[in-house]
Structures are given as structure tokens and as C-alpha cells.
């Protein structure tokens, strides 16, 4: 299992922009992509115009197939949002194990 976390900092004049966007492609990835087992949107406590985006694959395949998707364009066609860069770190899940993540046959 690969597991993503995603960090933003967006222009809070365009939240609620990116906010929509973002619930697309979250929502999107979780219902529509059999091989994301999670896509979690986090607000920082200490900075509101900081976001995270924590996101579970089964496999490389199932990432690639996220850029693919539909949603994954919205999100994409809202870059304008976002304030500066994007800062990405790719993981390897360890507990809970990747039996426990809920993924279709």
C-alpha cells in the first residue's frame, strides 16, 4: 500500500474554490477508483490556509489511475487556488496492516 501526504497552502480569498474541487476529487477517489482505499482532507489548527491531503493506494497502478480519473482534473483546474507549491511525501503503509484497508476484489 502507498500512502500520500499532500500539503497546501491555498489563497483564502479562494476557499471555498478549492474546497469544491477538492471534495470532488476526495469523494470521487474513494467511490469511483477501486484501488483508493482513503483520501482524507485535513485543515491545519494553527494555519487555516494550510490543508493536507492523506491519501492510500493499493498499488503504483492505483496512483496512476487516480491522475487518470475525471475528478483528479477538477482538482487539477484548480491549481490557481493554491499558494506556492505543493509539497508531497510518498510512504509505504505499516500499521494498520494493508489487510485492514477496505478495498474491492
Known amino acids: 500500500m502507498i500512502a500520500i501526504w499532500v500539503k497546501v497552502r491555498i489563497k483564502p480569498q479562494m476557499r471555498q474554490e478549492f474546497l469544491e474541487a477538492i471534495e470532488v476529487d476526495a469523494l470521487g477517489s474513494e467511490r469511483d477508483e477501486p484501488g483508493c482505499a482513503r483520501f482524507n482532507v485535513l485543515q491545519d489548527t494553527q494555519d487555516e490556509a494550510v490543508y493536507y491531503f492523506y491519501e492510500v493506494y493499493k498499488d503504483e497502478a492505483a496512483v496512476q489511475a487516480h491522475r ?20 508531497r511525501i510518498e510512504t509505504r503503509t505499516v500499521f ?5 484497508y477496505w478495498l474491492p476484489d
Not at 475525471?70 to 487556488?81: D, G, P
Open 68 to 87: 487518470a480519473a475525471s475528478h483528479y482534473a477538477v482538482w487539477k483546474a484548480a491549481a490557481h487556488t493554491l499558494d506556492g507549491p505543493t509539497e
Open 96 to 100: 494498520p496492516a494493508a489487510a485492514s
